[in-house]
């Protein structure tokens, strides 16, 4: 009885301020005789038939949610591995540097036509450009979690005679766990950025391919109703990110917790 | 003033150290911490190493448990010449909120090093929690992450996983330094009574002089700088030691004495300890 009332006071306040911007959005847009602010319900009917109808959802969110997983997925692996390897052989780390930082003051975006030219317009493209540029946060945010490992945890494995790989996932790695989550945080908005704008140019589907179509064919309610799915799209895998978080890094959270308590 | 090393007179005994430092010095680019330390630590020994603060205690525990490798001399554990850290040598550092891992329970803290030394899963679970109750812990606190226990009881948890990892030798590095007064009194016992039950070998680095002489057989003074042995002190308070009885008694004030004059002329002598004591001439 108690947990559900906490649950449903939770499910309150994460939903009143939407529900309310919704509905304000609902009625001031049905007085609204603009070309460009359609009604919402104008906009949820096209949102139903282009995002909930299964045939159309598949031709239109399948290809991004592809983009969106490999890439990411990539990125993130990635980014720990580079991350890992540069904060742990510092000679390396000083070397590539300068090479890091004017590689990631480069946008990714910005590296669409080049990854054009270099692997055509199809979704592996789109793929490597998501993991390319949703790796440096993830990469940066290891490598400083890798180098701020207590100390006294590193000899303290040493003492104990503890060998490369424990040391490296049991001890290095898990206490970076909360920089990387944060640099994968990021990389997640990254993910979303990279994706919509790759499919803006060549592709044949997904959710940037369907706004740059209902641009063009002026469909502005079809147009709104994507940006409501990328919305809706955006809140879930955070959702999804924080269930992964509040697991791996439970420790963390309870600590973090324990310190705000007593402090 | 005594600020020649005595070592021990070698060749007489046929038993092998478990820890032995030859001519032992340590130094950190030109500067020279260490120098030419000798001494040894019988099998089933309780010894301290005290000296004003940064004569180099810290240094040489390192060097002891392999983290440092000596500049020059040797370190031989067992009889054997080492270098880097060795199987049976465990570990306590001064600072466990430091020492112990905050993302892993206290039972995964003992058996992380076990696990990395080939020990089963099983084996060391139950080696893990037969430490816990060594120390005193109910198992429930092995569920626990380090941080939610007192200061206590996380240093408790640093010496179970120490002692799960069946030590020959146990190296302590100011490991009461960071508890209150009581905790720290309830720790010593609990060390002392462990090393009798258990015939551990301890060497233990202290800055207190009361806490050395009591739960030594032998005290290691260190002085000057780069430090040296000042002089070995074999404490002969018997085999029981009581915090109250042992420490009102004759002997242990006249060994506490002795012990106070020497880090003292030790603090007089070492120019760059900025935190020594002062001397008050008597």
């Known amino acids: 009885m108690n947990a559900l009332r906490r649950t449903t006071s939770i499910v309150a306040i994460e939903l009143w301020l939407p529900l309310t911007l919704v509905i304000i959005w609902w009625v001031v847009s049905e007085y609204v005789n603009s070309l460009y602010f359609p009604p919402l319900s104008v906009i949820m009917q096209s949102f139903a038939e282009n995002w909930l109808n299964p045939e159309n959802a598949a031709a239109n969110l399948v290809p991004s949610l592809q983009v969106i997983f490999f890439g990411y997925a990539l990125a993130v692996i990635g980014g720990i591995v580079l991350g890992a390897t540069l904060g742990l052989v510092r000679p390396l780390e000083r070397a590539v540097r300068p090479v890091v930082e004017a590689m990631r003051a480069v946008p990714g975006v910005a590296l669409l036509p080049l990854f054009i030219v270099l692997f055509g317009i199809d979704q592996q493209m789109r793929i490597l450009l998501v993991a390319y540029g949703a790796t440096w946060p993830v990469l940066l945010n290891t490598l400083d979690g890798v180098r701020g490992v207590e100390p006294t945890l590193l000899d303290m494995s040493r003492a104990f005679r503890v060998g490369r790989a424990r040391r490296l996932f049991g001890v290095i790695l898990k206490s970076a766990g909360p920089q990387i989550f944060a640099g994968a945080r990021i990389a997640l908005a990254v993910t979303l950025i990279i994706m919509v704008v790759s499919e803006t140019v060549g592709a044949s589907g997904g959710v940037g391919y369907f706004l740059m179509t209902a641009k063009s064919e002026f469909r502005i309610a079809s147009m709104w109703s994507a940006m409501v799915a990328l919305g809706i799209l955006g809140y879930l895998l955070n959702i999804i990110f924080r269930i992964a978080e509040r697991y791996i890094l439970r420790w963390h959270r309870l600590q973090q917790a324990r310190l705000e308590r007593t402090s | ?282």
């Open chain 2, 1 to 282: 003033m005594s600020n020649t090393a005595s070592p021990e007179t070698p060749g007489t005994s046929t038993v092998i150290p478990a820890l032995e430092a030859r001519g032992l010095g340590h130094s950190y680019g030109a500067r020279q911490v260490l120098e030419g330390i000798d001494f040894s630590v019988l099998p089933g020994q309780f010894v301290c190493i005290v000296g004003p603060s940064g004569v180099g205690k810290t240094t040489l525990l390192r060097c002891l448990s392999g983290l440092q490798t000596a500049t020059s001399g040797e370190l031989r554990v067992l009889g054997k010449v080492a270098r880097e850290p060795q199987p049976g040598v465990a570990l306590v550092f001064q600072d466990y909120s430091r020492s112990l891992m905050p993302w892993s329970s206290v039972l995964h803290n003992i058996t992380l090093p076990l696990r990395a030394n080939g020990v089963s899963r099983k084996e060391a679970a139950d080696r893990a929690y037969r430490a816990l109750a060594q120390v005193g812990l109910a198992d429930v606190v092995g569920e626990q992450y380090p941080w939610q226990l007192s200061g206590g009881m996380q240093q408790r948890v640093a010496i179970a996983r120490a002692l799960a990892y069946n030590p020959t030798v146990l190296l302590m590095d100011e490991p009461f330094a960071s508890v209150d007064a009581q905790t720290r009194a309830d720790l010593e016992d609990l060390v002392l009574g462990l090393q009798r039950r258990l015939g551990l070998t301890v060497t233990l680095v202290t800055h207190d002089i009361d806490e050395s002489v009591y739960l030594s057989d032998r005290i290691v003074v260190l002085s000057g700088s780069p430090a040296r042995v000042a002089e070995v002190v074999d404490v002969d308070l018997g085999t029981s030691r009581d915090q109250i009885l042992t420490k009102s008694s004759a002997e242990f004030a006249a060994l506490r004495t002795h012990v106070h004059g020497l880090v003292r002329a030790a603090a007089a002598v070492s120019p760059s300890t900025g935190t020594a004591r002062t001397v008050v001439p008597s």
